[in-house]
């Protein structure tokens, strides 16, 4: 099965961007909706954005849209999540996921494939 493993996080302050990494092994992620989630503690994971077909689908969360752009590069078998304009409640814990489908994307129990996350702070 697909292994996940994100970079990119750090800090940054309010109106500022990142780019977060997801490099997939083992398998390819044209085969697998992608995902990125996030959480801070004592609230629920919460779906970002995630992308599929190929890259030829993509989803937003509301908070996120215009903002926040998913995408993904096959040859290196890496998903992308640029974000700009950040805001204090973007900060969180942000996770990588693949599952073989997009039922829900922004589901995170429905996800069977996940990464270690990666911290981002924005004050």
């Known amino acids: 099965h697909v292994q996940l493993v994100e970079s990119g996080g750090g800090s940054v302050q309010v109106g500022g961007s990142l780019t977060l990494s997801c490099v997939a092994s083992?398998?390819?992620?044209?085969?697998?909706?992608m995902g990125w989630f996030r959480q801070i503690p004592d609230r629920e994971r919460e779906g970002v954005a995630a992308?599929?077909?190929?890259?030829?689908?993509?989803y937003y969360a509301a908070s996120v849209k215009g903002r926040f752009t998913i995408s993904q590069d096959n040859a290196k078998n890496t998903v992308y999540l640029q974000m700009n304009s950040l805001k204090p409640e973007d900060t969180a814990m942000y996770y990588c996921?693949?599952?073989?489908?997009?039922?829900?994307?922004?589901?995170?129990?429905?996800?069977?494939?996940w990464g270690q996350g990666t911290q981002v702070t924005v004050s």
């Open positions: 083992g398998d390819t992620i044209g085969r697998y909706c």
């Open positions: 992308i599929w077909n190929g890259g030829g689908g993509t």
């Open positions: 996921a693949a599952d073989p489908s997009c039922r829900s994307w922004y589901r995170p129990e429905l996800f069977a494939y």
